[in-house]
Structures are given as C-alpha cells and as structure tokens.
C-alpha cells in the first residue's frame, strides 16, 4: 500500500523498525547488499516516491554502481532483489520479526514496498463477525459460503489491516470458484486477499494456502504453489485443510501416487470428521487419477454409506459411474446433486452423461447455450464446456474450448489430462499437444481406465 497520513505520522516508529531489520542477524547487519537496497526504497515508499524508481537508478544509488551502467551486463539490483524477498526477509518474520507490529513487504515485481501496521485487538463485535463468517463457511453450502464472504468484505473495509479476515477471504473465495462461482472474478480475488494478508502478517497460514491455489491453478506454476503449501504447513495450519492442497498441485505436478500420500497425512490425522468426510470426496477423485478404480468405488460407496443427501458425495458417484460407462445412471446423480446444493452444477459433466446415455441431441442443446452464455460475457467453466461438447459428439469443439480457456487464462485447468471426460480426446494430435505444452499430467494408460 501506498504511504497513508497514518503510516506518515509513525515515521519514527518505521524508521526504528527499518533500523531493527536491517540490523538484524537474518540480514547480516546494514553494509549487506540487501540491506542498503531494503533502507533505500523503504525510504523512498516514506517519501512517496517509490513509483518512480527502476533498476539502474537504485544500482547507481543504493549500490554504487557508476552512472549509465548496464543493467544488462551487470544483474546485482535483481540479484539482490530477489535473495532480499525470498530469503531474507522471510528469515526475518520467521524469526527475530515474528511478533513486529510494523511489518514490511517487498512484491516480487517492482520496488513498490508495502508498510503495514498490524491493529491492536479488534472490538469484540467484529471479532466475532470474523467467527460467525468461519462457522458460515465452515458448513460448505453455497449459501453459508456466500454469507461468509459478505461478512468478510464488510470486515475487511472496517478493519482492513486484520490479515486474518484478508487470509479467511482468500481462502473462502478460492473455494467458491471451484465449486459454484466465476473463477475469472473469484481467484484474483483470493490473490489479492492472499497477498494483503501475508504483507499484514507471513503467519497466517491460510493466506499461504490460498496463494498455493492461485499459482497453481492460474499461473501453473507448481513449483512455487508448492513451496506456498509447505509453508502452510510448516507454520501450523490445519493438516486436514493444508496437505489436501499441497496434494491437489503434486496432483498437477503428475505426481498422484505422492499425492494420495500426502493428501492421507492429514486428513486421517485429524479430529474434524465433518470436515474428513467432505474432503474424503476429493481422495476419491485423487485415487481415480491415479487409476486405483477399486479403491475409488470403495471410497465412494462409504461416502453415500455416511451421508446419501450430500452434494459433493453424489458428484463422485456421477463421476465414477462415467468412469465406468454406466451414462444414465451418472446422469440421475448429477441431478440429484444440483437439487442438494440448491445451486447449477457441474453442468458440462452433467450434460456429458446425458448425451452419453443416448441423449446426444439435449446435449447439444445444453452445449450451445452454454456456450452462447460464455460468449455474452457469463461463465461457465472452459472444461465444463468441453464434457457437454463431447457428450454432444463434437470432439473438435471441445478441444477448441479447453484451448479457449487456456487462452484465457482460465482456473482449474490442470485436471485436463486426468479427468474421465476427457479420455477420448487421448491419443488426438490437438489434444495431446495441449497436455505436452502446458505439463498437464495424464490418466495412468490414457484415460482407459
């Protein structure tokens, strides 16, 4: 954020701190490199100035490089850069910063740094809207989630620098775009509270957690996803909550069999059965992936054991039937899990089914004015639309749409090669180029099983 009249009228109080940084053992004391780069645009964020620098001017000026240099030949600004934002100052707030009220944070593009003053406690009113919005979300309804958000963005506008509300919203709406919401508003969204909440406070786990999702599923970059997950878990948040995460990027990284491993790690090593049998749901997709189809039906069938009349244990029960060619009875599951969550879903897979099971015309119909829906600026999902084409038995306009939606930029296209929708575009030229060109993982034997 930009220097505030608050922030100003604390100068001294974020000079001392500047001071406390850059003095300590984490930096390796104020002559260090990084240090007279970190004081420089910390000063020039206090003198409102930062939105003019660049490369060479803090070279010349923090660095004493000659003037004119060539920032080409000569790398030490982005050298120096990226140590200070991914050792340094992390070494920092994990240690000697841990408890800062003033908290500093250097964006991995541009030299804009972001000054926070982490509030005393919060009035107990809005404490508790905080706990009345995690009870919400913690139902998983459609409803509940939309309530929590609502509360969340009212939270955040009266108290914005409470980075637990930031990181609860984050989290919520990276949630709501997988299931139900549009991922083209809802996942910056999730980002863009992820990264309020971590310049508030590296803490917070669930902010790292919603961090992991947006780089996986829009940047597909798993690396770092992964690095955002461990960290999550390294700072002790929810086991159940943090390695389904960190398995859903392995998932991306082709790496299911490690994915089911980390993914049990936490949810059998936890307490919070309502929550276990929801994530449960997605072990059963995981499996699935990796081609175990016994242990799949096995999850399922006491998934429905527990709880027949819960949405997302009768989508796996769709999606396992169509893994097993049985159309129309997925169909009539489909059905009945849009009645249960009160809410569209998953409409592609379901119009998949039904053209599947004999129905290749109502499919057809489905497709096109879903498509029609996306084209007028509504959302429906690139993948969704790919399952309805085909369940239409046009394969040529699926592909289209799953590279309209890479196009895009679009969310949650890492399960392309994986999931059981998609079995007979294995093998086509387009589609295959697809998964070699984006480093989507594929279905053990090519979707056969």
């Known amino acids: 954020m930009s220097p505030s009249s608050v922030l100003l009228d604390r100068r001294v109080e974020i000079e001392a701190q500047l001071e406390k940084v850059v003095a300590s053992n ?12 970190f004081r420089y645009v910390v000063e020039k964020a206090l003198a409102e100035e930062a939105e003019n620098l660049f490369e060479r001017l803090i070279g010349e000026q923090a660095l004493g490089r000659r003037a004119g240099y060539d920032t080409q030949a000569d790398r030490i600004v982005s050298v120096t850069k990226n140590r200070l934002v991914k050792e340094k100052l992390p070494a920092y707030y994990a240690g000697d910063g841990r408890n800062d009220r003033i908290r500093f944070h250097m964006p991995p593009r541009g030299f804009l740094v972001e000054i926070e003053v982490v509030p ?42 409470h980075g637990a509300s930031w990181a609860l919203l984050a989290e919520i709406s ?81 790496r299911q069999d490690e994915a089911i491993r980390q993914f049990e790690a936490g949810l059998f090593g936890e307490t919070e059965l309502a929550r276990v049998r929801v994530l449960r749901a997605d072990l059963a997709l995981m499996t699935w992936a990796a081609g175990d189809m016994e242990r799949t ?9 527990e709880n027949p009349d819960h949405y997302l244990y009768r989508a796996n029960q769709a999606i396992l039937l169509i893994a097993e060619g049985r159309y129309a009875e997925a169909a009539t599951a489909f059905e009945r899990s849009v009645v249960l969550l009160g809410h569209p879903f998953l409409p592609g897979w379901h119009a998949f089914a039904i053209g599947k099971a004999g129905d290749p015309r109502r499919a057809r119909e489905i497709a096109e004015r879903w498509t029609a829906t996306r ?18 038995g046009e394969p040529e306009v699926a592909i289209r749409m799953i590279e309209q939606g890479l196009n895009d930029g679009e969310p949650f296209m890492m399960w392309t090669g994986l999931t059981p929708f998609h079995r007979e575009l294995h093998g086509h030229p387009r589609f295959e180029a697809i998964l070699t060109a984006n480093r989507f993982a594929r279905t053990p034997g090519g979707g056969s099983k």
């Open 375 to 392: 084209e007028s600026g509504g959302f429906i999902h690139a993948s969704q639309l790919a399952a309805a084409w085909l369940g239409a």
């Open 174 to 254: 990276l949630v709501v775009a997988n299931l139900f919401g549009d991922p083209r508003v809802l996942m910056p969204k999730s980002r863009d509270a992820a990264a309020k909440a971590l310049a508030i406070d590296g803490r917070l786990w669930r902010a790292h957690l919603s961090a992991a999702g947006c780089y996986g599923s829009m940047d597909r970059d798993w690396e770092r996803a992964a690095e955002h997950a461990a960290m999550a878990l390294r700072i002790g948040g929810s086991h159940v909550a943090c390695n389904h995460l960190y398995a859903a990027v392995l998932v991306g990284m082709g």
């Open 297 to 305: 039906r096995a999850i399922v069938a006491d998934l429905l054991e």
């Open 120 to 161: 005393e406690e919060l009035p107990l009113e809005m404490l508790l809207d905080y706990h009345r919005a995690l009870h919400s979300y913690d139902g998983r309804s459609a409803e509940g989630m939309l309530e929590a958000m609502s509360r969340l963005e009212r939270l955040t506008a009266a108290a914005p620098e």
């Open 26 to 37: 984490a930096f390796g004391g104020a002559s260090t490199n990084w240090s007279r780069l």
